[in-house]
């Protein structure tokens, strides 16, 4: 409930903390970037709450593009906790929810729950294509294996994100970890739909995914996308999940640790790293992903301006990365934004940990000109060649 | 919309392209209120557009529609500026400058920079810094643009080092859609080869800017001030237990015409930079920190040569001791969190009205020696109306800044009185005190406020009053400039002053 945020709302000093990062003095907010409007950014979105719960605003089409477009990456909250003690982001939510409940939601946000609830993938593909993608690899079903290898939509149906899903099941075949999939079986994890604020259809994705894996045995999940791995580990313990979780950066880290792994070369010299919101800002792990890249001879990493706590979103998260709503714009493009500073750096590679990511800032090098110059890459593709 | 709004919006589309201009109530809501309308309890109507220009020539052009529509205009830099003064108090267009964004010089023979409005302090300071300079310490946040603060007279810690005043020359578009360019700017050649000096051919016109909150037109670029950085730059903390003594001492310090920085608090304004507001809602937290501030704290900031800062740290501490100063025993996370929020443009400037976000401010300029008698007036007036502090539910001290002025010939003192906004009976309280507190300070110690209020403004000359709306008709003849809101200047004032 969206009055259950009275405090917060009214408590938002109108400092604009939310708009650049501190002390980068950078801005933060892709989709206020992107659009530019106060509305745009968690300061105006405050507002537009307040006006909601004091009836000074109707809810609407055009006033849910203001706030879905947020993209749940959280910068602005963590701006504004350590300077102000507020969560814009949670106020922006329960905005969110609020929309669903009446009936607001943009159109393509709108097909994506449609799809995810029809299909239980927002690619309107058949279940049992879910597997397709290791056809020929290897990979097997899971079948109580030690490791659920959660691959998630873009890793299934996406062809960006199969490449990705291939790169890290050939990684932990190289490592001998014992692991399957669900294939068919495999539905959406719901971190987006939870984020839209669709909660009916969230918990329901949510039993049903804790209901087979229980069926299954599954004991440790290890998750191609941090949007998985954070919804499995802060929300579905809530409702009633035993099993453990890790992203794949974590895995890997470790399998390099105790020598499971070894990099040799690597033809990607310089690399800079995104961190992905969902892996970073919402789970704190800046690490794993760096000690990846680190752990490959003759890889420079450097780093963006905007790393880790005050990374700048690829825009893909909060559905967006299927609705697109902050798609278009020119130079004003979220991604582009970021691959123009990635290329900065002088980097040539600008790696990433989620497929998601991946599958944003895929256009953004040719939309800016940087075709052949930059290449999007995911960790476990640089690594798998280097191993 | 109308037909004269759908024929705007046309003209406007020419000039800055759809996805520039928004008149959807989502886009508008969040440019009506700011942190201060609150306590104005004032409805402020819908403004019929908001626009975000680009560039000087895209400013002028809307500028030339509003005086064609005869629709009103309030332009904004980023909105913070916690005085209701960039609200759109009779509708209209709000111009969100952020889009002109652009440094368009860091000079470090000038030691200045050229901005647009949409550069914030933080961006300007990161700038700087790869050119060893840095911004003159400002008070406000870092995400708020030097153009929007030079409007409001910037304050800030004045100290000898720097001239109150960091701008030089600049552009604008006045408010009849011309263009003006001030100081050395006003020639062609100058504007292009020297824009670097401020007192040309008369009369102080970009003086004419400083505290005008839009009154006299849009500056569209700024000519700023920067300041070399020091070798060693570094903060002297002194603990005092009672006001007389730290006035002076600051009083005495400021004539060694040393200083970088010089800013006297209260225990209840280093509270709020010390915790974390967090640790503000955590009585025995909030208790324990509270007992480790002195009552009240001066910072001195030196900044030079070390053999130099040396030196000047002794002198210092010989004006302050004699005169019952203490060194500040701070741990050192404390004063790690204090140099931050002296150095500007930081984020523990933010804290200070943390955790509710109700603020109001009492300000007034008086000689030094006069600050003490403030001070009590201040807080017996708060006493009268019984205001509690939100937190701890005890009776409220307001929080307290003083800031020298000129070798603090004048020293500027605020009052912070904070509240939750939430608590509608206290908003009301508030509201009555702060009108009390202005009027024995203006009437009872002559003290002055910086920003041209309306309300202060009444007991001003006739003849003052006519100056600065003359000024005002002469650039604006169809009164497009912010109508309507507490600090225009318009014929109104002018018959509000001659009528007493
Ligand atoms: C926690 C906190 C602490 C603060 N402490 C201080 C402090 O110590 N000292 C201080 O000085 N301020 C302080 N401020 C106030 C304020 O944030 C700053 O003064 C800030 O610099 C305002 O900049 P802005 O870009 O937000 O201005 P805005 O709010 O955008 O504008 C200020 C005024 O100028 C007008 N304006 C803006 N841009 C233009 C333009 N280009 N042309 C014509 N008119 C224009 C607006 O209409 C408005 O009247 C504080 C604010 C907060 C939230
Ligand atoms: S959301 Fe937080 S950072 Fe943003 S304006 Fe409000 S208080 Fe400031
Ligand atoms: S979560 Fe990200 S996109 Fe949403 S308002 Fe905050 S900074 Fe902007």
């Given at each position: 409930m969206l009055a259950e945020f009275r405090e917060n709302i009214y408590h938002c000093l109108k400092c604009g903390a939310c708009r650049i990062a501190y002390p980068e003095y950078t801005p933060i907010c892709p989709s206020g970037e992107r659009f530019g409007f106060d509305s745009y950014y968690a300061i105006g979105r405050m507002e537009i709450a307040r006006a909601v719960l004091e009836g000074r605003l109707e809810p609407g089409e055009k006033m849910a593009h203001r706030v879905f477009t947020c993209t749940s990456c959280g910068a602005c909250e963590e701006q504004c906790r350590p300077a102000v003690g507020n969560r814009p982001l949670k106020v922006i939510e329960e905005l969110k929810a609020d929309l669903v409940e009446k009936g607001f939601v943009p159109a393509n946000l709108r097909n994506f729950l449609k799809n995810v609830h029809l299909y239980g993938n927002p690619y309107q593909a058949p279940r049992e294509k879910g597997g397709e993608w290791a056809l020929g690899s290897g990979v097997k079903e899971y079948r109580g294996e030690e490791y659920l290898l959660y691959v998630g939509s873009e890793g299934s149906f996406d062809p960006r994100g199969q490449k990705i899903a291939l790169a890290l099941a050939g990684i932990l075949q190289k490592a001998g970890v014992s692991f399957g999939i669900l294939g068919s079986r495999e539905n959406c994890d719901g971190n987006e739909v939870n984020r839209i604020g669709e909660r009916g259809l969230f918990e329901a994705l949510a039993e049903e995914n804790i209901r087979i894996f229980k069926e299954l045995g599954v004991k440790k999940v290890v998750t191609l996308s941090p949007h998985a791995y954070n919804t499995f580990k802060n929300d579905y313990p809530g409702l009633g999940a035993d099993f453990g979780v890790v992203h794949y950066t974590q895995l890997i880290r470790e399998l390099i640790a105790g020598g499971k792994l070894v990099p040799k070369k690597s033809p990607a010299a310089r690399v800079t790293f995104h961190d992905p919101c969902f892996l970073g800002r919402h789970n704190q792990d800046y690490q794993s992903a760096r000690e990846v890249l680190g752990a490959v001879p003759g890889l420079e990493l450097v780093e963006m301006e905007r790393t880790r706590r005050n990374s700048f979103c690829c825009s893909g998260g909060g559905g967006n990365c299927y609705a697109d709503l902050l798609g278009g714009g020119g130079d004003r493009n979220p991604a582009r934004i970021r691959v123009r500073e990635a290329y900065g750096t002088g980097a040539r590679v600008l790696a990433t940990a989620c497929p998601a990511c991946a599958v944003m800032l895929g256009d953004a090098p040719a939309a800016e000109g940087l075709e052949g110059l930059i290449e999007i890459r995911d960790v476990a593709e640089i690594l798998l060649e280097a191993l | 919309m109308t037909a004269q709004a759908a024929d705007l919006y046309k003209?406007?589309?020419?000039?800055?392209?759809?996805?520039?201009?928004?008149?959807?109530?989502?886009?508008?809501?969040?440019?009506?209120?700011?942190?201060?309308?609150?306590?104005?309890?004032?409805?402020?109507?819908?403004?019929?557009?908001?626009?975000?220009?680009?560039?000087?020539?895209?400013?002028?052009?809307?500028?030339?529609?509003?005086?064609?529509?005869?629709?009103?205009?309030?332009?904004?830099?980023?909105?913070?500026?916690?005085?209701?003064?960039?609200?759109?108090?009779?509708?209209?267009?709000?111009?969100?400058?952020?889009?002109?964004?652009?440094?368009?010089?860091?000079?470090?023979?000038?030691?200045?920079?050229?901005?647009?409005?949409?550069?914030?302090?933080?961006?300007?300071?990161?700038?700087?810094?790869?050119?060893?300079?840095?911004?003159?310490?400002?008070?406000?946040?870092?995400?708020?643009?030097?153009?929007?603060?030079?409007?409001?007279?910037?304050?800030?810690?004045?100290?000898?080092?720097?001239?109150?005043?960091?701008?030089?020359?600049?552009?604008?578009?006045?408010?009849?859609?011309?263009?003006?360019?001030?100081?050395?700017?006003?020639?062609?050649?100058?504007?292009?080869?020297?824009?670097?000096?401020?007192?040309?051919?008369?009369?102080?016109?970009?003086?004419?800017?400083?505290?005008?909150?839009?009154?006299?037109?849009?500056?569209?670029?700024?000519?700023?001030?920067?300041?070399?950085?020091?070798?060693?730059?570094?903060?002297?903390?002194?603990?005092?237990?009672?006001?007389?003594?730290?006035?002076?001492?600051?009083?005495?310090?400021?004539?060694?015409?040393?200083?970088?920085?010089?800013?006297?608090?209260?225990?209840?304004?280093?509270?709020?930079?010390?915790?974390?507001?967090?640790?503000?809602?955590?009585?025995?937290?909030?208790?324990?920190?509270?007992?480790?501030?002195?009552?009240?704290?001066?910072?001195?900031?030196?900044?030079?040569?070390?053999?130099?800062?040396?030196?000047?740290?002794?002198?210092?501490?010989?004006?302050?001791?004699?005169?019952?100063?203490?060194?500040?025993?701070?741990?050192?996370?404390?004063?790690?969190?204090?140099?931050?929020?002296?150095?500007?443009?930081?984020?523990?400037?933010?804290?200070?009205?943390?955790?509710?976000?109700?603020?109001?401010?009492?300000?007034?300029?008086?000689?030094?020696?006069?600050?003490?008698?403030?001070?009590?007036?201040?807080?017996?007036?708060?006493?009268?109306?019984?205001?509690?502090?939100?937190?701890?539910?005890?009776?409220?001290?307001?929080?307290?800044?003083?800031?020298?002025?000129?070798?603090?010939?004048?020293?500027?003192?605020?009052?912070?009185?904070?509240?939750?906004?939430?608590?509608?009976?206290?908003?009301?309280?508030?509201?009555?005190?702060?009108?009390?507190?202005?009027?024995?300070?203006?009437?009872?110690?002559?003290?002055?406020?910086?920003?041209?209020?309306?309300?202060?403004?009444?007991?001003?000359?006739?003849?003052?009053?006519?100056?600065?709306?003359?000024?005002?008709?002469?650039?604006?003849?169809?009164?497009?400039?912010?109508?309507?809101?507490?600090?225009?200047?318009?014929?109104?004032?002018?018959?509000?002053?001659?009528?007493?």
């Open positions: - | 003209e406007l589309v020419d000039i800055l392209g759809e996805e520039n201009i928004s008149s959807e109530q989502a886009d508008l809501i969040p440019y009506m209120k700011d942190s201060y309308t609150a306590l104005m309890r004032k409805a402020i109507p819908f403004p019929d557009f908001v626009v975000m220009p680009g560039s000087t020539g895209e400013v002028q052009g809307i500028i030339r529609l509003a005086n064609k529509y005869r629709i009103p205009v309030y332009p904004r830099s980023f909105g913070v500026n916690i005085a209701g003064s960039a609200v759109p108090y009779a509708g209209g267009l709000v111009l969100d400058l952020k889009r002109m964004n652009r440094i368009l010089e860091i000079n470090e023979d000038t030691m200045t920079a050229f901005i647009e409005p949409g550069v914030s302090w933080g961006q300007l300071r990161k700038e700087a810094r790869k050119k060893r300079l840095d911004i003159i310490p400002i008070g406000g946040p870092y995400d708020t643009s030097p153009v929007g603060n030079f409007l409001l007279t910037n304050i800030t810690p004045y100290s000898t080092r720097y001239p109150a005043d960091r701008a030089v020359t600049l552009e604008a578009v006045l408010p009849n859609g011309e263009i003006i360019r001030t100081g050395s700017q006003a020639t062609r050649t100058g504007a292009e080869l020297n824009p670097y000096f401020r007192y040309a051919y008369g009369p102080d016109i970009t003086g004419l800017f400083r505290g005008s909150l839009g009154n006299y037109g849009i500056i569209t670029r700024l000519m700023i001030r920067l300041r070399p950085l020091a070798e060693v730059e570094k903060n002297v903390y002194y603990a005092f237990d009672s006001l007389e003594p730290a006035v002076e001492a600051m009083k005495s310090v400021e004539r060694l015409e040393i200083t970088r920085y010089s800013m006297l608090s209260n225990r209840h304004l280093s509270l709020r930079i010390a915790a974390h507001p967090d640790e503000l809602r955590d009585a025995a937290r909030r208790d324990a920190i509270m007992a480790g501030l002195p009552e009240y704290q001066l910072v001195v900031g030196l900044g030079g040569k070390s053999r130099q800062v040396e030196l000047y740290e002794e002198m210092v501490a010989e004006e302050i001791i004699p005169r019952g100063g203490r060194e500040a025993g701070f741990d050192d996370a404390t004063r790690a969190v204090m140099d931050e929020m002296t150095e500007g443009a930081s984020q523990k400037v933010l804290r200070m009205f943390a955790p509710y976000a109700g603020f109001a401010a009492v300000i007034g300029c008086v000689p030094a020696a006069r600050a003490k008698d403030l001070n009590a007036a201040i807080r017996e007036t708060v006493k009268k109306y019984g205001l509690k502090d939100a937190l701890s539910g005890q009776p409220l001290e307001p929080e307290l800044i003083v800031i020298p002025y000129d070798r603090c010939s004048t020293v500027y003192v605020e009052h912070e009185i904070l509240y939750d906004p939430l608590d509608s009976e206290g908003v009301q309280l508030v509201n009555n005190c702060l009108r009390e507190c202005y009027a024995r300070l203006v009437m009872n110690y002559g003290a002055v406020h910086t920003m041209p209020n309306r309300s202060l403004l009444r007991v001003v000359l006739p003849s003052y009053a006519e100056l600065l709306t003359g000024i005002k008709k002469m650039v604006d003849p169809n009164g497009i400039m912010m109508p309507g809101g507490p600090y225009t200047l318009e014929e109104q004032l002018k018959a509000e002053v001659q009528g007493g």
